[in-house]
């Protein structure tokens, strides 16, 4: 009799029943919505402090480079000496002190200039000076050469190479970031599912061995099935708990966002910093355009379907080795010894998708990764997008297939012995005998 169905059902109702997953269920959101909100909460009280910068150039150089903004805001020392300046600056509390030293030419200044502060600078703001700084003095030696600055701005051209296949459709340079953020979505999305919800089965199985409840279920049920009914029925209530997360995380993130007045958008990364400022340039429009181009260039049906064969097969594969070396050993100190192979594949399978398809994807590294069944669910998503055969992507997918049927009986022979074993730590020697068996 076939009890897979059976024992995927009570695996699956295990687990969603069990306490720990319903309050890590509903607490994770609760936590990162609660991180998010702080997070924006500190963004917009920091939003409000102004910072004050004195700037003291007895050279009469660079002291109107600087323009006040909304947080930062700039103030010219008149005739003192630095230790004056100095002594203000700390008795009014001064955020820090621009010292330009009167050194002769451009290049002598650009080589004596100090910032003062009791507090260490960010990165930002001694980046944002050294920018301003860099520009007048450059223009300033320019002058002192005796060249035209607006003529050299005049003269500037900047060329836009228009991108187009053999075929005639138009591509652009955006098309590539497109692609690698879909591919890079994808495969990091399996290798992260793998990792949390591969040691969910593994802690299952051992949990089940030490408290002697499989010696009552083997009696009855097949150890392949038992072995499927694991890995189908916890990864079920892996994705029903991701649903959930996703949800629950978003009714939380809008009610939070309403309540406390927080308005996320405001919280300032450099990656926003990086948005504001394509949004402001002029070429903006064009840059959204060939976004939306590149978009639509995408294999959408394809990237969807091998999304979910690829996620499925990948996820199928790991999880059975997971479940393997569950039932070999006795508890979770025990299994960081078989870990590392396992762990190997996925990090060599990121560093390749990422490191390797962006810059070649059709070379022959990234397309015999592509194969190996143990990188193709990551690779092969990271090259799709870029465009590969279907035959390819079929012929992957069945060696991958086949790797997990392969995979699915070895590992069921270590199930079979290792669920009974007890009290001794298996070494690869005894493993490897077990699959004999």
Do not use: C
């Not at 100095?86 to 009167?102: N, P």
């Not at 953020?181 to 969910?200: K, Q, S, T, W």
């Not at 450099?270 to 340039?281: E, F, G, I, L, R």
């Amino acid at each position: 009799m076939n009890h897979l169905p059976l024992i995927i059902k009570r695996e699956y109702l295990t687990k969603v029943r069990n306490r720990s997953f319903i309050v890590m269920t509903v607490l994770s959101p609760l936590i990162f919505v609660a991180l998010v909100a702080v997070i924006a909460y500190l963004t917009q009280l920091n939003k409000d402090k102004v910072r004050v910068i004195n700037i003291l150039d007895p050279s009469g150089v660079v002291q109107n480079t600087f323009e006040s903004s909304e947080n930062t805001r700039y103030a010219v020392l008149g005739n003192m000496s630095l230790d004056e300046a100095k002594e203000l600056s700390k008795r009014t509390e001064t955020f820090g002190l621009l010292y330009v030293e009167d050194s002769g030419d451009a290049e002598d200044i650009s080589k004596r200039i100090k910032f003062f502060s009791d507090e260490s600078p960010s990165l930002n703001i001694i980046n944002d000076l050294e920018n301003k700084l860099d520009k007048t003095l450059t223009d300033l030696k320019l002058e002192s050469a005796g060249i035209n600055i607006q003529s050299i701005e005049n003269s500037k051209v900047r060329v836009t190479i228009h991108q187009e296949s053999f075929d005639g459709e138009k591509t652009s340079k955006i098309d590539s970031l497109v692609k690698l953020i879909f591919g890079g979505a994808a495969g990091y999305l399996l290798f992260m599912f793998i990792i949390i919800y591969g040691n969910m089965i593994m802690r299952s199985v051992i949990e089940e061995k030490t408290s002697r409840i499989i010696e009552v279920i083997i009696s009855s049920v097949k150890p392949l099935q038992l072995m499927l009914g694991k890995i189908i029925g916890t990864s079920l209530a892996g994705i029903t708990q991701f649903a959930i997360w996703l949800l629950f995380g978003g009714i939380l993130i809008t009610v939070t966002s309403v309540i406390f007045n927080i308005d996320l958008s405001e919280i300032e990364t450099p990656q926003k910093a990086m948005v504001d400022q394509m949004v402001a340039s002029p070429d903006f429009n064009a840059q959204v355009e060939n976004f939306i181009t590149a978009f639509y260039h995408l294999p959408l049906l394809n990237l969807i379907i091998a999304f979910v064969l690829f996620f499925i097969a990948g996820y199928l594969l790991y999880s059975s080795l997971y479940a393997a070396i569950g039932a070999a050993v006795d508890n979770e100190t025990d299994t960081q010894q078989f870990m590392l192979p396992i762990i190997m594949p996925l990090m060599l399978a990121v560093y390749i998708g990422f490191f390797t398809v962006i810059e070649d994807p059709h070379g022959t590294v990234s397309t015999v990764f592509s194969f190996i069944p143990f990188t193709s669910p990551i690779v092969m998503l990271m090259r799709i997008p870029f465009g590969v055969p279907i035959w390819h992507q079929i012929v992957s997918l069945l060696i991958l297939l086949g790797t997990f049927m392969l995979i699915v009986w070895f590992a069921a022979k270590i199930y079979r012995v290792g669920i009974l074993m007890y009290g001794k730590k298996p070494s690869w020697k005894e493993i490897i005998k077990w699959v004999r068996y």
